[in-house]
T-cell receptor, first 112, second 116 residues
Framework: GEDVEQSLFLSVREGDSSVINCTYT??????LYWYKQEPGAGLQLLTY?????DMKQDQRLTVLLNKKDKHLSLRIADTQTGDSAIYFC????????????FGTGTRLLVSP | DTEVTQTPKHLVMGMTNKKSLKCEQH?????MYWYKQKAKKPPELMFV???????INESVPSRFSPECPNSSLLNLHLHALQPEDSALYLC???????????????FGSGTRLTVV
């Protein structure tokens, strides 16, 4: 499969902004996603961006997409302790099926 | 109902046991998936079912046997597993198997499997 890379760990203080980065590999990916996984739980879809968009804002979440560099980022404004989790970016492979390839995951730790 | 329900939540089994993991969704989704997630790793695709037919098998060992009895149910039958098969097994579903829509997956909470 493709390698989708993320930084391993990010630590911020409550109220700060968090920026989680992702480098993907399939330039033909039509949709890119961000998922959140809390300890012992499944994955929760946070947001997505279509490949012809540069930016998408959804409440505290802002997704930026740089197709030229195959770089995706997720900014969380006013980060809260409840945002502590592992965040995965994912790209949809163009195989004719909805096959998602997940990034390596970034563990976000928010301290009070 | 907007959930994917997986049972059991936890399972401990011996290497000679036979067990099954179950997954259920009532959202009318026509694609269902099994993923395996080891600790501190991303989920890895195992199987894809599209309209109740197996469409992708990611070279998974035959000791894992998927089954899709109907459009709402997905099972994973386990037999003669190894300790290295211990992991979180995640089921997911999506609305459109063709891959043309934007919808991502809806994931269940997973079954944490320990093989002893």
């Amino acid at each position: 499969g493709e390698d989708v890379e993320q930084s391993l760990f990010l630590s911020v203080r409550e109220g700060d902004s968090s920026v989680i980065n992702c480098t993907y590999t399939d330039s033909s990916s039509t949709y890119l996603y961000w998922y959140k996984q809390e300890p012992g739980a499944g994955l929760q879809l946070l947001t997505y961006i279509f490949s012809n968009m540069d930016m998408k804002q959804d409440q505290r979440l802002t997704v930026l997409l740089n197709k030229k560099d195959k770089h995706l980022s997720l900014r969380i404004a006013d980060t809260q302790t409840g945002d502590s989790a592992i965040y995965f970016c994912a790209e949809k492979e163009n195989t004719g099926f909805q096959k998602l390839v997940f990034g390596t995951g970034t563990r976000l730790l928010v301290s009070p | 109902d907007t959930e994917v329900t997986q049972t059991p939540k936890h399972l401990v089994m011996g290497m000679t046991n036979k067990k099954s993991l179950k997954c259920e969704q009532h959202m009318g989704h026509r694609a269902m998936y099994w993923y395996k997630q080891k600790a501190k790793k991303p989920p890895e695709l195992m199987f894809v079912y599209s309209y109740e037919k197996l469409s992708i098998n990611e070279s998974v060992p035959s000791r894992f046997s998927p089954e899709c009895p109907n459009s709402s149910l997905l099972n994973l039958h386990l037999h003669a597993l190894q300790p290295e098969d211990s992991a979180l097994y995640l089921c997911a579903s999506s609305q459109d198997p063709s891959g043309q829509s934007l919808y991502g997956y809806t994931f269940g909470s997973g079954t944490r499997l320990t093989v002893v």
